[in-house]
């Protein structure tokens, strides 16, 4: 099993930026891919950005060249850098980790979710 914690969600204006932290504990050993999707009032939930045990990532155009997806894996822990603001950004940001299906970890997939947090944009 592994739980995801998600910090440094709050309020900010727009232009502005925020740092979200997800710590990840439990079986870490057993995560490969973690990511961020958001989920604003009323609307699907949807992929942010990704970033893979190597460090590859990958971005939704709606964010590419104001977020920034980095993990340590020393510390298990993974941020997402949001620049540049912008009241539509405004979500509760979900912080996952994709399970490794692998002798060790057991042969099948599975998605952990964190708690959320909630990032308000004020225009």
């Known amino acids: 099993q592994v739980q995801l914690v998600e910090s440094g969600g709050g309020l900010v204006q727009a232009g502005g930026s925020l740092r979200l932290s997800c710590a990840a504990s439990?079986?870490?050993?057993?995560?490969?891919?973690m990511g961020w999707y958001r989920q604003a009032p009323g609307q699907e939930r949807e992929l942010v950005a990704t970033i893979t045990r190597g460090g590859r990532t990958y971005y939704a155009d709606s964010v590419k060249g104001r977020f920034t997806n980095s993990r340590d894996n020393a510390k298990n822990t993974a941020y997402l850098q949001m620049n540049s603001l912008k009241p539509e950004d405004t979500a509760v940001y979900y912080c996952?980790?994709?399970?490794?299906?692998?002798?060790?970890?057991?042969?099948?997939?599975?998605?952990?979710w964190g708690q959320g947090t909630q990032v308000t944009v004020s225009s």
């Open positions: 439990g079986d870490t050993i057993c995560i490969s891919a």
């Open positions: 996952t980790a994709e399970k490794l299906a692998n002798s060790l970890c057991g042969f099948y997939e599975y998605t952990y």
